[in-house]
């Protein structure tokens, strides 16, 4: 799913960096179209199929926490994935992603006398979407993991990228404090989560193709609490709302044929959380392999697969850059006999940084009434040229 | 207009004596080749000197900087945690040797940009990523691939600091076709540190800062630990490069003066073409040519003698300036700073200012004559004691116009306080105006010598009498040839003295300077900021040899003060080497007395000058426990730089920038301690480490002469041009005078005059006139060489120059006068005695 795909992404932005990292590395206001650089074709760029020497994602692990919730570094990719809905006082919405992608440029580690000599880089994307206002913010920070630039530390349980944060209390007990800031952008929240850890795929083992053959650790809590404030143009909002958190780490990368992914995160307003994606071949046309899941109100799951969701997309739309998204989309979810509308909380939500994708904050509608929205979520749309 | 009869009748006569257009064109190219390729030279000294300089900072607008040794790498990730917004990278760098060239490696962080130059970013190869994984690889410029033949995938063999090592060639940096980044290997931080030792260490951290914010600067100010500073690129950048703008000025100055000496020489041969014809063209005003048509005439000649001979002269500067580029390069390279870079630039304003030159000297010099040739009346134009009158009449309003200048010059002098420009002025003044002076005194010479042959003289000495009064009887003519070669020669003898005296005080300076017998130093700099330390244990291993009295350490630093970042000998001040700074100012026990005590240090002559510093003034340092003030107790002469040096006790040092170690070692041995072995006792420790070099006090002294002769070849070059200049000069004023005379030698052939009598006659003449301009060459050849040494030295480099004039300069300077003279009497005296006096006089 995402999983793949964003290792896919993870591999060609690590690419792209060095391509041309310096007109990226100030990040962009994406509200005012200030973007510059060539784009890349994030499948095309990414070909490298040779695993050798790193850890595989290959059979059922037993999970243990804290110490699953910090870098797996034999593992090629990973990443710390926060997306959320946020509400302040009057009532205002605002849409979040604060992401940490952990990249291993190579499976040893070479004994160098020099600090800043590593294998691992870290990457940050960092968005904003103000709903009221229909204004969509998004940043990104690379660092290497050496001198404290980027990395992890045990305890205090923190990851960094420069001055963006994740810090949990201890040894990685919630809540964690997630801070990001960039050109009078920023963001201070405190999640804790309001549902257990839930695994993806064979407990934890998710499966990315037809045939089984690469897979990722992969797992997720799909409800947090959340707390804290965001800044506009140094306009401070106290917020509160609630996070989601994907965890997910692997070295196999997607197959040749594939060639995007939609990706669904939906927390409904009955405490049930659904996670489904679709794979597109190069083509577009889907890909027959789903994973997915429904969260229960008490933390117990429904797997979903092939087919447990139908997907049809109601409406597109067509960014400054060029790219058609289709933005609204019809969910069938075949065993809940429900069918759902899934809809960008506005359209301009696409992240034009060193790789260009989609990722913003949507509204949830029963299809029988549509007026009430059921829901929010995310929508993650990659692969769109 | 002018008619084609009319031209054609002229150009007829150039035809007949190639002669005349010969040394005209060879006059115009000469002076046109020399400033064109001073220019050229100059342009791309500069040009490689600035991208050198930027290569070193990049785009950044500001950076941090720390002591000599650098500074803690954690300082970078405390300052982009607090602050993030600012674009901020780490630089670790040094200079390598790549097949013998220096070549700057440059560490960089790939994550922070703000280090590339704008060439360098968006261009890098997707191989780049390896940088930071696999150690020992490095990125190449393409040009610089293409050149030395490195592919990718190639190990390369450096040399740091002596040793060599191998790096692995990994991708290229720059676009395919940019030439300007060369000389640059591009490393990851971690490949750069491990590869210059620099382990734990950063040199700096570049900042861009878009706007000049106050706010952010202040505060970055406010957070920095005390031992670091923040420079402003820009600033930095502008006064490195200003430290050239003295050296630059003098060449294109020493260029001018070249132009001068061609301007004569072009005014001589074009007065002597136009009056050659005096006949010709009295001739043809009779036969009813205008005086416009005349003056346009000859104008027109100018023209077309100036266009082929500036043509041939920028072709000939281009190739001379491809010359000289290297030689300036090794200038800036050993005087100022590090190139890495070699370029050839051609700018279209510089062919332009040369064939400006070239064009306007030739027709301004060919007014005068033109002007004189249409001017009179048909049946007059041909006398020429007509002419001659009205040049005696002239002669005094001329010397007093010279002498005027002369004063003015001396005025200038005098009054212009520290102006470069101003020094140059009076200079050219002061040659002018002699110049001026020089007719008159050549015409009195003349005249005296002659009554004294007349005292004398025997009956067969009247020929002789005749040739040397015929000097203050043609003066209009002869007055213009002397004073050209005076100019031509004085330059040769001014920049001779100069150089001499230069060489000498130098020499005198190092032998005083190198009193310890023996040197360790180390070979070869990585860093810019500090010499690459010798191994702590074995300078333990040699200060304990017997037969050694004392041992000086010395270290050069760059340290930050608040006169900008200064070159710094730390010395362990041992008594032996008291005696080696020769102090200008400052009592000699007592000022070292208190820069062996760590109270005070001594600082450079040109330092001294530059910031009109005395003994007992102040320099504060930045040091790692804060900002330090210390007094000047001395100021010592040193020919070594002239961005000015400081002498610094090695306790000072130490103490506040917590570096214990030494660069080179100079050991002052007992009488009796035999130095070869010593020499192979040291040898025998320093075994094979690599990059050490073991030196004697000769050898050293020597080289220190060696890279003087080095540094100032570009100015023996010019002086050879100036000789080339004048010795032409001379031949072609001289000859064309002598050309000008043969119908009245055919007078005195058919009056039974032999040829040998002949030749006799205009050796003398000419050889009386070349004595003539070398000896009045040699005041102001001397007063030229003050006016250098003592104001334009001192106003571009502050270095004060014991004024030696040696004799073997002006003898060379009268020889080239002398020889050149009788050489241009031989040409005409030889085509006089084939000629039969028949055919002379029918000429007339």
């Known amino acids: 799913m995402a999983i793949s795909m964003r290792v896919r992404l993870l591999y060609s932005l690590a690419v792209l960096i060095l391509i041309a990292f310096s007109s990226f590395l100030p990040g962009c206001n994406c509200e005012n179209g200030d973007t510059g650089g060539t784009k890349i074709n994030i499948i095309e760029a990414l070909s490298s199929s040779d695993t050798e020497g790193y850890s595989i994602a290959d059979k059922v692990i037993d999970f243990t926490f804290p110490k699953d919730h910090g870098p797996h570094e034999s593992f090629r990719n990973e990443w710390w994935y926060f997306t959320g809905n946020l509400y302040d006082s009057e009532g205002n919405r605002f849409g979040y992603q604060l992401t940490f992608f952990r990249i291993?440029?190579?499976?040893?580690?070479?004994?160098?006398?020099?600090?800043?000599?590593?294998?691992?880089?870290?990457?940050?994307?960092?968005?904003?979407?103000?709903?009221?206002?229909?204004?969509?913010?998004?940043?990104?920070?690379?660092?290497?993991?050496?001198?404290?630039?980027?990395?992890?530390?045990?305890?205090?349980?923190?990851?960094?990228?420069?001055?963006?944060?994740?810090?949990?209390?201890?040894?990685?007990?919630?809540?964690?404090?997630?801070?990001?800031?960039?050109?009078?952008?920023?963001?201070?929240?405190?999640?804790?989560?309001?549902?257990?850890?839930?695994?993806?795929?064979?407990?934890?083992?998710?499966?990315?193709?037809?045939?089984?053959?690469?897979?990722?650790?992969?797992?997720?809590?799909?409800?947090?609490?959340?707390?804290?404030?965001?800044?506009?143009?140094?306009?401070?909002?106290?917020?509160?709302?609630?996070?989601?958190?994907?965890?997910?780490?692997?070295?196999?990368?997607?197959?040749?044929?594939?060639?995007?992914?939609?990706?669904?995160?939906?927390?409904?307003?009955?405490?049930?959380?659904i996670v489904y994606f679709q794979l597109r071949y190069k083509d577009g046309s889907v890909y027959p392999y789903n994973e997915g899941l429904i969260v229960n109100d008490d933390s117990s799951t429904i797997k979903l697969g092939t087919g447990d969701i139908v997907l049809t997309v109601l409406d597109t739309w067509k960014s400054s850059t060029g790219v058609t998204y289709p933005v609204k989309w019809k969910a069938e979810v075949v065993s809940l006999a429900k069918t759902l509308i899934v809809e960008g909380a506005f359209n301009a939500q696409e992240l034009d940084l060193s790789t260009r994708y989609w990722e913003g904050a949507v509204n949830i509608y029963d299809a029988q009434d549509t007026d009430e929205i059921i829901g929010t979520g995310y929508l993650e749309m990659t692969g769109y040229e | 207009m002018v008619s084609p009869i009319l031209s054609r009748s002229i150009w007829k006569y150039f035809f007949k004596h190639p002669w005349v257009i010969l040394l005209s064109i060879i006059g115009v190219s000469i002076g046109v080749a020399v400033v064109v390729a001073i220019d050229i030279a100059n342009t791309s000294a500069q040009k490689a000197f600035e991208i050198s300089v930027e290569n070193v900072t990049g785009t950044a607008t500001h950076q941090i900087t720390g002591g000599p040794l650098g500074m803690d790498e954690s300082i970078y990730t405390d300052f982009i945690m607090q602050f993030p917004e600012i674009e901020a990278s780490p630089v670790v760098e040094g200079y390598v040797k790549l097949e013998g060239e220096t070549i700057h490696l440059m560490g960089l962080d790939i994550f922070s940009s703000s280090y590339m130059t704008d060439e360098m970013s968006g261009t890098f190869d997707m191989s780049a990523l390896s940088l930071l994984v696999v150690p020992r690889t490095v990125l190449i410029p393409y040009v610089m691939a293409d050149r030395m033949d490195i592919a990718n995938g190639d190990m390369i063999t450096v040399s740091i600091a002596g040793s060599e090592t191998e790096v692995k060639v990994i991708g290229n940096v720059g676009d395919e076709d940019d030439s300007k980044i060369d000389g640059l290997l591009v490393a990851d931080i971690s490949t750069s540190q491990e590869l210059l030792g620099k382990t734990g260490v950063i040199d700096n951290i570049s900042l861009v800062i878009t706007e000049d914010d106050k706010d952010i600067l202040t505060a970055i100010e406010e957070w920095l630990p005390v031992e670091m500073s923040l420079i402003s690129t820009a600033a930095g950048n502008e006064s490195t490069l200003n430290m050239t703008s003295a050296f630059r000025t003098n060449l294109t100055a020493m260029s001018m003066l070249a132009l001068l000496v061609g301007m004569f020489l072009i005014y001589n041969t074009m007065t002597f073409s136009v009056l050659q014809r005096r006949g010709l063209l009295g001739s043809l005003r009779v036969l009813g040519a205008t005086r416009r048509e005349i003056f346009s005439e000859v104008l027109i000649e100018a023209f077309f003698i100036s266009i082929i001979g500036t043509g041939i002269g920028v072709i000939l500067g281009v190739v001379l300036g491809q010359g000289l580029v290297k030689l300036v390069a090794g200038t800036i390279d050993s005087l100022y700073f590090t190139l890495t870079v070699t370029t050839f630039e051609i700018s279209s304003g510089i062919f332009i200012k040369g064939i400006l030159l070239g064009v306007v000297t030739s027709l301004v010099a060919s007014f005068i004559p033109a002007f004189e040739a249409a001017a009179s009346r048909p049946q007059i134009v041909r006398f020429r004691s007509v002419i001659e009158s009205l040049a005696q009449k002239l002669l005094p309003k001329i010397t007093l116009a010279g002498l005027g200048m002369i004063g003015i010059s001396v005025v200038i002098l005098f009054l212009s306080e520290s102006s470069l420009i101003a020094g140059f002025a009076s200079l050219f003044l002061l040659v002018i105006g002699f110049a001026l002076c020089v007719p008159m005194i050549a015409e009195l010479i003349s005249k005296y010598l002659g009554?004294?042959?007349?005292?004398?003289?025997?009956?067969?000495?009247?020929?002789?009498?005749?040739?040397?009064?015929?000097?203050?009887?043609?003066?209009?003519?002869?007055?213009?040839?002397?004073?050209?070669?005076?100019?031509?020669?004085?330059?040769?003898?001014?920049?001779?003295?100069?150089?001499?005296?230069?060489?000498?005080?130098?020499?005198?300076?190092?032998?005083?300077?190198?009193?310890?017998?023996?040197?360790?130093?180390?070979?070869?700099?990585?860093?810019?900021?500090?010499?690459?330390?010798?191994?702590?244990?074995?300078?333990?291993?040699i200060v304990v040899l017997d037969g050694i009295e004392a041992t000086k350490g010395l270290k050069t630093v760059f340290l930050v003060t608040d006169y900008g970042t200064l070159e710094v000998d730390v010395i362990t001040p041992v008594e032996q080497c008291r005696t080696e700074y020769q102090l200008k100012t400052g009592n000699d026990i007592p000022a070292w007395e208190s820069l062996k005590n760590g109270e005070a240090v001594y600082i450079s002559e040109p330092l001294a000058y530059k910031h009109n510093l005395s003994v007992g003034d102040a320099i504060t340092f930045t040091t790692e426990q804060g900002k330090q003030e210390y007094g000047i107790s001395g100021i010592y002469y040193d020919y070594s730089s002239d961005a000015g040096k400081i002498i610094m006790a090695k306790n000072v040092y130490t103490k506040y920038w917590h570096d214990d170690t030494i660069a080179s070692l100079g050991l002052y041995l007992e009488d009796s301690a035999d130095k070869d072995s010593i020499i192979t006792a040291i040898k025998a420790i320093v075994a094979d480490a690599a990059g050490i070099t073991i030196t004697d006090s000769f050898t050293i002294r020597g080289n220190v002469l060696d890279l003087f002769d080095r540094t100032f070849l570009i100015t023996r070059v010019l002086e050879f041009l100036a000789i080339i200049v004048a010795f032409i000069g001379i031949l072609s004023a001289l000859m064309a005078y002598q050309?000008?005379?043969?119908?009245?030698?055919?007078?005195?052939?058919?009056?039974?005059?032999?040829?040998?009598?002949?030749?006799?006659?205009?050796?003398?003449?000419?050889?009386?006139?070349?004595?003539?301009?070398?000896?009045?060459?040699?005041p102001l050849g001397i007063f030229m060489s003050i006016i250098l040494i003592q104001t334009i030295n001192i106003r571009s480099f502050g270095w004060s120059i014991q004024m030696s004039i040696g004799a073997w300069t002006i003898i060379e300077a009268l020889a080239i006068a002398i020889v050149a003279s009788l050489l241009a009497s031989v040409y005409p005296s030889w085509k006089m005695s084939k000629t039969s006096p028949a055919e002379a006089l029918r000429e007339e």
């Open chain 2, 739 to 778: 050309l000008e005379k043969i119908k009245e030698l055919g007078i005195l052939r058919a009056a039974g005059v032999t040829p040998r009598q002949i030749w006799g006659m205009t050796g003398l003449q000419t050889g009386l006139m070349g004595a003539i301009s070398g000896i009045l060459a040699i």
């Open chain 1, 104 to 273: 291993a440029l190579s499976p040893l580690t070479t004994d160098r006398t020099s600090a800043w000599g590593t294998n691992q880089i870290y990457m940050a994307h960092f968005t904003l979407s103000d709903i009221e206002n229909e204004k969509f913010y998004c940043f990104e920070k690379f660092n290497r993991d050496a001198l404290g630039l980027a990395g992890f530390s045990e305890n205090p349980f923190k990851m960094n990228v420069g001055d963006w944060y994740m810090l949990g209390t201890g040894d990685g007990d919630f809540p964690w404090q997630l801070y990001a800031s960039k050109n009078g952008v920023s963001l201070s929240l405190d999640v804790t989560p309001l549902k257990d850890i839930v695994f993806e795929g064979d407990d934890g083992l998710s499966y990315k193709s037809v045939d089984k053959s690469s897979a990722s650790y992969y797992y997720s809590i799909t409800k947090l609490a959340t707390n804290g404030y965001i800044e506009i143009d140094g306009v401070r909002h106290e917020v509160s709302g609630n996070s989601w958190l994907d965890r997910e780490w692997s070295t196999s990368t997607l197959n040749e044929e594939q060639g995007g992914w939609d990706w669904f995160s939906m927390q409904l307003n009955d405490n049930t959380e």
């Open chain 2, 451 to 541: 009554i004294f042959m007349n005292k004398v003289g025997s009956k067969t000495s009247v020929l002789y009498k005749m040739a040397v009064t015929g000097i203050a009887g043609s003066i209009s003519r002869t007055g213009t040839a002397i004073a050209a070669m005076v100019v031509a020669i004085s330059v040769v003898i001014g920049m001779g003295i100069m150089i001499e005296s230069f060489r000498t005080t130098v020499q005198l300076w190092a032998q005083q300077m190198i009193q310890g017998d023996i040197y360790v130093n180390t070979m070869e700099n990585v860093s810019s900021t500090a010499e690459t330390p010798l191994p702590y244990e074995l300078v333990e291993q």
